[in-house]
């Protein structure tokens, strides 16, 4: 059975930084391409990042170029989102997806999701 657990969420105030960790089990990804999504509340949920396991590409939204990283541990199966510079406007449910599929334009597993709070 395949599971994504995010974890690394909490409350930070503006400016300060937040590591989002996605540990895979069931299977490795290592040929798929795994993203993180956010969702606030009232609000559909947003593509943030995405990384292409096997050559280690990666995408990311406007909003948090220059200011999100995201990574991969191959030994440990599990991906990373580095937040730094974080703005309230970050504030969010942040899930981790796996597995995407070009065919549906959709991501096969996701995570339970983690809170990400930024104060003013």
């Known amino acids: 059975q395949v599971q994504l657990v995010e974890s690394g969420g909490g409350l930070v105030q503006a400016g300060g930084s937040l590591r989002l960790s996605c540990a895979a089990s069931g299977r490795t990804f290592r040929t798929s391409v795994m993203g993180w999504f956010r969702q606030a509340p009232g609000k559909e949920r947003e593509f943030v990042a995405r990384?292409?396991?096997?050559?280690?590409?990666?995408y990311y939204a406007d909003s948090v170029k220059g200011r999100f990283t995201i990574s991969r541990d191959n030994a440990k199966n599990t991906v990373y989102l580095q937040m730094n510079s974080l703005k309230p406007e970050d504030t969010a449910v942040y899930y981790c997806?796996?597995?995407?599929?070009?065919?549906?334009?959709?991501?096969?597993?996701w995570g339970q999701g983690t809170q990400v709070t930024v104060s003013s």
């Open positions: 990384i292409n396991w096997s050559v280690g590409t990666t």
């Open positions: 997806a796996a597995d995407y599929n070009i065919g549906t334009a959709d991501y096969k597993y």
